[in-house]
Every structure is written in C-alpha cells, then in structure tokens.
C-alpha cells in the first residue's frame, strides 16, 4: 500500500515537472515574440504591416521606409553577429592559453554542442518560414494582409 502511495507521489511529481517545464517554454515563447520581429527583414516587414494595417495611399511610402530600415536592421544584426565571433575567438585564445589539455577538450564539446544548437535552431527557423510563408512578405499581396483587430 505504501509502494502505491509513494510511485503516486512520484509520477505527480514528474507530471508536474513536465507541465512546469512547457508552460515556462511557452511563456518565454510569447515574450520574446515581439522581439524576433526585428531580426530578420521579412520578419520585420511582416510585423510592422500587421501592426500598421497602412492604407492604400500610405502603402508606397511605408515600403520606401521599411525597405530602407529592415536592411539597416538585418545590417546590424549580421554585424553583431560577426563581432560576436570574432570576440568569442579572442576569448577563447587568450583562455586556452591557460587550460590543460583536458580542459580545452572539454571546451571544444562545448563549443560543438552550441554549434549544433544554432544549427538546429536555424534549420527550425528556416523550416517554419518555409512551411508558414506570410502574405506581408510579398508586396504585391501586401493588399490581402488578414485584420488583426
């Protein structure tokens, strides 16, 4: 009987832990939403068109702005990027100098788990773009944008 109460306890806790674990997934999700609007030009194009709903008077003007700032944007974004690695490359230079053998190992499988996660990450991206195209990327359908009000 106690066996019973004790597996019962246990398999709530899992259960628990598993529905703790999507729902702060989910959560995280939904909040960083708006911010991967601007990461990409299709992204941000599409996003400022739901948010905007423009007219069509307001169309031509609103393309020349968005084609100028969404390139700004993926711009910076690809400059970031390539900062990044190049102060990672540094960083790890400067570090490995001062590692044993062992501890360099133990980096580098680090660094191909990260790899094989921005891998996976952007195959994912690609993936759902793909699968999910939006009508706001395509100008010439930029009329047919669904309301979002």
Same mark, same amino acid.
């Given at each position: 009987m106690k066996t019973r109460a004790v597996i019962l306890v246990i398999v709530t806790l899992i259960i628990g /832990? /598993? *529905?703790g674990? *999507? #729902?702060s997934a989910q959560i995280r999700n939904h909040k960083l939403k708006p911010v991967r609007v601007f990461f !990409? %030009? %299709?992204k941000f194009r599409e996003g400022m068109y739901q948010a905007i709903q423009p007219d069509e008077?307001?169309?031509v003007k609103i393309d020349e702005i968005l084609d100028k700032y969404s390139m700004m944007? !993926? %711009?910076a #974004? &690809? +400059?970031f990027r390539n900062e990044f690695e190049t102060r990672m490359e540094k960083f790890r230079n400067e570090l490995d100098s001062n590692l044993t053998p062992e501890q360099i190992i133990r980096l580098k499988a680090l660094d191909e788990q990260r790899a094989k996660m921005v891998k996976s990450h952007r195959n994912d991206r690609e993936r759902s773009y $793909?699968? $999910?195209p939006s009508p706001a990327l395509h100008r010439s +359908? !930029? &009329?047919v944008l669904p309301d979002t009000k």
């Open positions: /832990f /598993f *529905l674990m *999507l #729902t !990409s %030009e %299709e008077g307001q169309k944007n !993926s %711009e #974004t &690809a +400059d $793909h699968n $999910h +359908d !930029s &009329a």
